[in-house]
């Protein structure tokens, strides 16, 4: 079940008695409004509202949670609405029942966790909102979480008597990620496979995951065989640089065994120019990278399992016409993992690498009709 944790609340999907309890405790501010009031508190309607919100979750329209605090009280809902897959988009939408739960930012948390949830796991990268002009704490809300007032609907709401502006905000993937300083941008696709008695995973890479990149990348015999050039180590901010580039135009997988990380790997649109020049221009070629940075899994099949789980997803899912690797002649385990999984010689040269260990880069491809 899905569960979104903050720091003094959690996400997670409502069941039929927290809808109920929401109706029951919704409290409309008459001496304040802000908002249209929503007439009816019966049961039946709670009932409906479950029903909707499970229909509306399976047919990917939208996804609604429950805000519950620490101690597993609903206290609220939040959503992503409208969910445009063509389009990478969705609407907000957020209520705290009782005054009591109000203005303690218990609200700007869902929303921060909810709109993250959208970024860095359903791929949108556009989420918009919307509230009346008088409406201040809910603009100081969005403007604080980054939203860009893009619009005002003139006196397009009667609402108390008078009519109200509506005001539209919106928020690009980019600058979620500028304003919270992510570093990696993630997806939300999982693959998995099998390597003896062993679960292999690959979940999506993200952040979290920093501090066992900063590991792995620090080792100096996980990277000789990771790294044609000869590197003892990346730093901190090296790693940023690697893993935040590359996952603008790459799936990135944190690799699991057994529930235990234990690598990364990531299916990247081909970004050199000499191995492009190659190809027809119209062709999808992309390119698979891997490290194993838990020692102990080394010899294990892990590898030959990921290169299977990213060449089914790669042109399956991705519908890509060619995937080119570049091992180097000295690597000879890497180079039987891609053979394992169909990859042929396609080329070879003199090494580019720094340093002395690789004197030669091996191309191999794979093209989508050989699968």
């Known amino acids: 079940m899905l569960k979104l944790q903050g720091n003094n609340i959690y996400l997670a999907a409502m069941e ?132 860009v007032l893009e619009g005002r609907a003139r006196k397009a709401v009667y609402f108390a008597g008078t009519r109200r502006d509506n005001l539209y905000y919106g928020l690009l993937v980019d600058e979620w990620r500028t304003v919270h300083n992510i570093i990696i941008k993630t997806h939300n696709i999982t693959l998995s496979g099998k390597a003896g008695a062993s679960n292999i995973m690959l979940r999506p890479l993200c952040d979290e995951h920093l501090p066992l990149l900063y590991k792995w990348n620090a080792d100096p015999e996980v990277l000789y065989w990771s790294e044609g050039d000869d590197v003892q180590e990346y730093d901190s901010e090296t790693v940023h640089d690697i893993y935040g580039g590359v996952s603008q135009s790459a799936f990135c997988f944190l690799v699991e065994a057994d529930g235990v990380p234990v690598g990364e790997c990531w299916l990247q649109k081909m970004n050199l120019k000499q191995v492009l020049e190659k190809y027809p221009e119209n062709i999808d070629v992309r390119r698979i990278d891997m490290m194993i940075g838990e020692k102990t899994y080394w010899n294990r099949g892990i590898g030959t399992v990921i290169i299977k789980a990213l060449v089914d997803f790669a042109f399956e899912c991705e519908g890509v016409d060619i995937l080119h690797v570049i091992v180097s002649d000295y690597n000879i385990r890497s180079r039987r993992v891609f053979e394992k999984n169909g990859f042929t010689v396609f080329m070879r040269e003199a090494s580019t690498a720094s340093g002395g260990k690789a004197k030669e880069d091996i191309h191999l491809q794979l093209a989508k009709q050989k699968v």
């Open 16 to 147: 039929r008695q927290d809808c109920r309890k929401l109706y029951k405790d919704n409290e409309y501010d008459f001496k304040n409004p802000r908002e249209p009031i929503l007439f009816g508190c019966s049961i039946e309607e709670a009932d409906e509202w479950f029903e909707e919100i499970q229909k509306l979750l399976k047919e990917n329209i939208n996804i609604r949670l429950g805000i519950f605090l620490n101690d597993g009280t609903v206290i609220g809902d939040v959503a992503l609405q409208g969910i445009d897959d063509k389009n990478r988009s969705c609407d907000l939408g957020i209520g705290i029942a009782k005054f009591t739960n109000r203005s303690k930012g218990y609200g700007t948390e869902a929303l921060r966790l909810i709109i993250d949830y959208g970024f860095n796991n359903l791929g949108v990268e556009r989420v918009t909102a919307n509230t009346l002009e008088i409406n201040i704490p809910a603009q100081k809300a969005l403007e604080k979480l980054g939203f």
